[in-house]
């Protein structure tokens, strides 16, 4: 039982480039979420997912895409990276609506954009 | 838009003694949750205590228990024989039906 994990753990980026993280968590949840950490500020989320192939925006979803193709995924795209996207993204997954339940926490993906 | 405010940017304690953290959040629900997590320096986010807004009585986690006082809108975490495990970052947040929100957080030292 892995439980979240996340793909890759680190990147460096050049402005413009595209990429895909890659959230798998094996605990059968329905709600799985995308959040960034950044210095001196709490997690903010970016995306969300109540369920398969529906996605729904959180506080800072502008320069970000999601998908939801199978429950046990979730993926974050830049399409055009920036280097105020420079930062540690975190992949959570709940059994409930995050407001109820624990949210289970990957370990991180370190993102830098030059 | 909620916000959670964590006015402690750093704290210490010695090990063995009792530590308070602060928090406190706006917002105008009536229906919500709170929380604490603790992020070690394996970046792994873990939850420490969680709290039900429309429970009066505040929750425990052996060690660990919370002040909630919902007309003032605080919700601070109270450490008891603090361990040097306990050493991390601490964040609070507050979540509702469709939305999430985090304090800055506070980095607690443990001094043995």
């Known amino acids: 039982n892995a439980g979240v994990t996340q793909t890759p753990k680190f990147r460096v980026l050049k402005t413009g480039q595209s990429m895909t993280l890659l959230c798998a968590q094996d605990?059968?949840?329905?709600?799985m979420y995308w959040y960034r950490q950044d210095p001196g500020m709490g997690l903010r989320l970016i995306h969300y997912?109540?369920?398969?192939?529906?996605?729904a925006k959180g506080e800072v979803p502008d320069g970000y895409n999601v998908s939801r193709l199978k429950k046990q995924n979730f993926l974050l795209g830049l399409e055009s990276a920036a280097p105020s996207q420079t930062s540690v993204y975190f992949c959570?997954?709940?059994?409930?609506?995050?407001?109820?339940?624990?949210?289970?926490f990957g370990p991180g993906t370190r993102l830098t954009v030059l | 838009a909620q916000t959670v405010t964590q006015s402690q940017p750093e704290m210490s304690v010695q090990e063995a003694e009792t530590v308070t953290l602060s928090c406190t959040y706006d917002?105008?629900?009536?229906?919500?949750?709170l929380f604490w997590y603790k992020q070690p320096p394996s970046r792994q986010m873990i939850l420490v205590i969680r709290?039900?807004?429309?429970?009066?009585q505040n929750a425990t986690e052996n060690r660990f228990s919370v002040n909630f006082q919902k007309a003032a809108k605080s919700f601070s975490l109270k450490i008891s024989d603090s361990q040097l495990g306990d050493a991390a970052m601490y964040f609070c947040?507050?979540?509702?039906?469709?939305?999430?929100?985090f304090g800055a957080g506070t980095r607690l030292t443990v001094k043995p």
């Open positions: 997912s109540v369920g398969e192939g529906t996605t």
């Open positions: 605990m059968n949840h329905e709600y």
């Open positions: 947040a507050y979540g509702n039906n469709n939305d999430m929100r």
């Open positions: 917002t105008s629900e009536s229906d919500y949750y």
């Open positions: 959570a997954s709940s059994e409930e609506r995050f407001s109820y339940n624990e949210q289970f």
């Open positions: 709290q039900e807004a429309y429970k009066q």
